[in-house]
């Protein structure tokens, strides 16, 4: 046994699983393009206050979950946990407000977070994002839950149901906050200590709780539907006349809030049909507010964060067939003195007409190195012997159906390749 493995809350992606990976983000990739959305990457570290200033305190992301670090400069560097902040700060820093708007992004990084693994969730994990910066149109909301919907589709998880909410906006939200802490105060004893703490500092936050006990003293809290301004009420209407009319179905959620300060308005998630919030599969929000809680102006936002851990485990677990592993078109055996060379020749020839191929390395019997072909999946067998080599001949041979005839290298070459 090796002495080292992975830490905790990591993963090895084995070949066995990357037909799965490039099944997902390649439909996440086609289906960002189709709707207009261009790649960008950020780094996977940042100023530790670009994230506690626009994370919120009281989150978990900022109280639990960030790697923080010093270089050697002491600057207070973290490994990224989420990857909205990150766009919009290149959106500033490279002046992306004076390209036409709204600006629209995607991207697939790592993000990182110290939290308690779970089934399909790591503290190093995957996630494809979408953002569309510079506009408050409902429609763009819209827009990236219909981009959500049409990529689970094309994988085939039709089922996921959409969960959404609006939680208003810095206008109209300090009055449900203020309702919403005078309830939870009037049930401290009831809730966790951890949500008693979150009440005093950042009352939203209890309402994205996993505490049971702190989940069942929120049944009759205020609803954050009832306290929105006509701005805000104007938007829901129209992100849900929006839904009704490109046809997805959806739920409203009170207790919906996501788990970032810099959200406003409307929030929404995509989850199975059982297994509750924490089977949550991906989702996402509108995030007017985040450029300013950056230092900037007032910019609006709105994208959404997916888990591809978290996709992959759904695909897998309703047996959803995905591409196969790539198996080489041809595996080139070999035996007797030379063979190898002119084995390793064909192959060489064979990679450069774009034919997939593999040969045969070490010492190894004739038997054996068919048995290596199966396992790979090969559909053919290219077998060099000494009466091939003294004729310079291959014998190809059909997986399948086992006819075999003998050929030149050139013919080999000519009939995969054609």
């Not at 308690?116 to 569309?132: I, K």
């Not at 819209?142 to 689970?152: F, G, K, S």
């Not at 009832?226 to 929006?242: I, M, N, Q, T």
């Not at 007797?336 to 020749?345: F, I, K, S, T, W």
Request: glycine residues 8%; negative net charge; hydrophobic residues 35%.
């Amino acid at each position: 046994m090796a002495k080292f493995s992975t830490p905790r809350g990591t993963q090895d992606i084995l070949p066995d699983d990357w037909p799965y990976w490039t099944f997902a983000l390649r439909h996440a990739e086609q289906v960002a393009q189709l709707f207009g959305y261009q790649r960008i990457e950020t780094p996977n570290f940042a100023e530790t206050e670009l994230f506690a200033r626009t994370s919120g305190l009281g989150s978990d992301v900022v109280d639990k979950e960030m790697y923080n670090f010093r270089d050697r400069d002491g600057n207070s560097l973290t490994l990224r946990p989420e990857g909205t902040a990150p766009v919009m700060r290149a959106y500033l820093q490279h002046g992306m407000h004076k390209l036409p708007q709204p600006v629209k992004l995607y991207y697939v990084e790592r993000m990182y977070r110290y939290a308690a693994p779970q089934r399909g969730r790591y503290r190093e994990h995957h996630q494809f994002g979408c953002e569309a910066i510079g506009l408050e149109d409902a429609y763009l909301d819209v827009e990236l839950i219909a981009l959500l919907h049409e990529w689970h589709g094309r994988m085939g998880l039709q089922d996921l149901e959409l969960h959404v909410n609006s939680i208003g906006d810095k206008r109209c939200r300090p009055d449900y906050v203020r309702a919403l802490a005078q309830y939870l105060r009037e049930r401290e004893r009831s809730l966790s200590e951890q949500d008693r703490g979150r009440m005093e500092r950042n009352p939203l936050r209890v309402l994205d709780s996993k505490d049971a006990a702190s989940q069942a003293a929120l049944n009759d809290a205020p609803r954050t539907l009832d306290y929105l301004c006509d701005a805000c009420r104007e938007h829901w209407s129209k992100l849900l006349h929006g839904l009704a009319l490109v046809g997805i179905a959806y739920e409203v959620d009170h207790r919906l809030v996501r788990g970032l300060d810099y959200y406003t308005r409307t929030v929404w998630e995509f989850m199975p049909p059982t297994g509750g919030a924490q089977s949550t599969v991906d989702g996402g929000g509108r995030y007017d507010a985040l450029s300013e809680a950056m230092g900037g102006p007032p910019i609006p936002g709105v994208g959404f964060g997916a888990g591809v851990e978290r996709i992959i485990l759904n695909l897998k677990d309703r047996n959803i067939c995905v591409d196969g592993k790539q198996a080489p078109t041809v595996y080139v055996a070999h035996r007797g003195p030379g063979a190898a060379e002119a084995a390793l020749l064909l192959v060489m020839r064979l990679r450069k007409a774009n034919v997939a191929a593999d040969m045969a390395f070490g010492a190894r019997n004739l038997g054996t190195q068919m048995k290596h072909a199966d396992t790979l999946e090969a559909k053919f067998a290219a077998i060099i012997g000494e009466e091939e080599l003294a004729a310079n001949r291959v014998t190809l041979r059909n997986l399948e159906t086992g006819e075999q005839q003998s050929m030149s290298p050139d013919e080999v070459l000519q009939a995969l390749s054609s």
